[in-house]
């Protein structure tokens, strides 16, 4: 498996932008498709994004496409967010996750970063 150390979270105003990164290290050939995942306070986890390790097909939550870009750099073993036109409603804690298989769940779990959007 793999072990996640989030970055990049902070304080913006609505309209604002912020790049979050994730590094990945450890078993990094093992790993199906990267995620990110995000939980508001008081609200369950919710998914955000999700992209192929070996692949650029990427799928996204409907409430941030077209503002949200997810993208990877396998040689620096980096998973990004790229989040723009940002909203108050896009507060929350922010977590890049792992899968391994088709199919399968999001297994490995970074610690989170922060993003809090002021209106």
């Known amino acids: 498996q793999v072990q996640l150390v989030e970055s990049g979270g902070g304080l913006v105003q609505a309209g604002g932008s912020l790049r979050l990164s994730c590094a990945v290290s450890?078993?990094?050939?093992?790993?199906?498709?990267m995620g990110w995942f995000r939980q508001a306070p008081g609200k369950e986890r919710e998914f955000v994004a999700r992209i192929r390790w070996s692949a650029d097909i990427t799928y996204y939550a409907d409430s941030v496409k077209g503002r949200f870009t997810i993208s990877r750099d396998n040689a620096k073993n980096m998973l990004y967010l790229q989040m723009n036109s940002l909203k108050p409603e896009d507060t929350a804690v922010y977590y890049c996750?792992?899968?391994?298989?088709?199919?399968?769940?999001?297994?490995?779990w970074g610690q989170g970063t922060q993003v809090t959007v002021s209106s």
């Open positions: 450890g078993r990094t050939f093992t790993i199906n498709a």
């Open positions: 996750a792992a899968r391994y298989s088709d199919y399968d769940v999001f297994r490995s």
